[in-house]
């Protein structure tokens, strides 16, 4: 049985006009989520996980920035033919975004309790009274102490992880149909962060709300994905289910991920490290973008492109020689 789609992207191209040429920050990316789904976007900064997630919201400034796609279609409907009316009534109401950067993802002038509200009003249709009840209880579920004194004051007030948890509060606050969250919970303690985590997972089993989760923390990843994606240099290289990716990674980069990981059980002096960084993309390899780093790259990786195959159950992996497939074994 067809999966119930509501995201689907294909051929998405974003990059960025600058003084020195176009800068080519996503390039070929293609991914579904279905509803109620949870899919994880995983990988190092600067591989183009946020630059995904904004161009699926039509939230980059066109120009500089140009975005190309065979489609982005919501729930049927092709995003990229929206008029910017239109997305802004979707945004923040059907498809919401919890941003990177709490410091100054907040109005300064404007007290806390409004900008919840303010959504509230537009897309849910609440008198001012109700949506000031409901801002107040959207603080409490994320945990902010005292949400009735929290609510009058301004974004200066608040610590980091507090401005964290209101943009939290603002984007479930329209109990929206898909949640987009980068990196939700890096300014927050271990307590909070399972509070919020937990929140989010109650409010996708009552109301079927799928999620894309941006993040660097594999132990969200066990948590809270059906499905993981691993974006290196403006590509997808592997996508899978989130069993197969911690029990049998295919792709190099995957497993150095994993690698890197410290485990409790072991007692080690150093990490395990990837050798090198992320090409710029103004200057990505001709063949494999990950083979100048691979330690198993010969002189097709380095020449010659990998496609993203299909390696077996849907296993999807960018690489000349995945691991554990007829023809590889070099990992």
Not at 78 to 83: G, R
Not at 98 to 119: C, V, W
Not at 194 to 221: F, K, P, R, W
Request: hydrophobic share 40%.
């Amino acid at each position: 049985m067809d999966k119930d789609i509501l995201l689907n992207v294909k051929e998405l191209h974003t990059g960025f006009e600058s003084p020195k040429g176009f800068i080519p920050a996503v390039t070929g990316v293609s991914f579904d989520i279905a509803r109620g789904e949870s899919v994880a976007l995983v990988g190092e900064s600067g591989c183009g996980k946020s630059v995904t997630a904004m161009s699926v919201m039509q939230l980059l400034s066109v120009p500089p920035a140009r975005i190309e796609a065979e489609e982005i279609k919501y729930n049927g409907q092709d995003l990229m033919k929206f008029s910017a009316g239109k997305m802004r009534e979707i945004r923040g109401n059907e498809i919401s975004m919890i941003f990177q950067e709490p410091m100054t993802s907040l109005n300064p002038i404007l007290k806390i309790g409004f900008q919840i509200a303010e959504s509230l009003r537009i897309h849910r249709g609440l008198n001012k009274k109700e949506a000031w009840d409901e801002a107040v209880n959207m603080l409490r579920k994320v945990g902010i102490p005292d949400p009735e004194k929290r609510v009058n004051e301004y974004p200066h007030q608040l610590s980091g992880g507090m401005r964290q948890r209101v943009m939290i509060a603002i984007a479930l606050s329209c109990r929206p149909n898909l949640l987009i969250a980068d990196e939700p919970t890096t300014a927050l303690d271990v307590t909070i962060q399972a509070q919020i985590l937990e929140l989010i997972a109650d409010l996708q089993e009552e109301t079927g709300m799928s999620l894309l989760l941006i993040t660097h923390n594999m132990g969200i990843v066990a948590q809270m994905a059906d499905r993981v994606m691993v974006m290196y240099a403006g590509q997808i290289v592997e996508s899978t289910d989130v069993d197969t990716i911690f029990d049998n990674p295919a792709h190099p980069y995957t497993i150095g991920l994993l690698e890197s990981i410290p485990s409790a059980d072991e007692k080690v002096k150093t990490l395990n490290i990837i050798e090198g960084t992320v090409p710029s993309p103004m200057f990505y390899p001709k063949g494999c973008r990950f083979a100048p780093r691979c330690p198993y790259a010969d002189e097709k990786c380095a020449a010659v492109q990998p496609s993203l195959s299909n390696i077996g159950n849907g296993h999807l992996c960018r690489c000349h020689y995945p691991k554990n497939t007829k023809g590889g074994g070099q990992l």
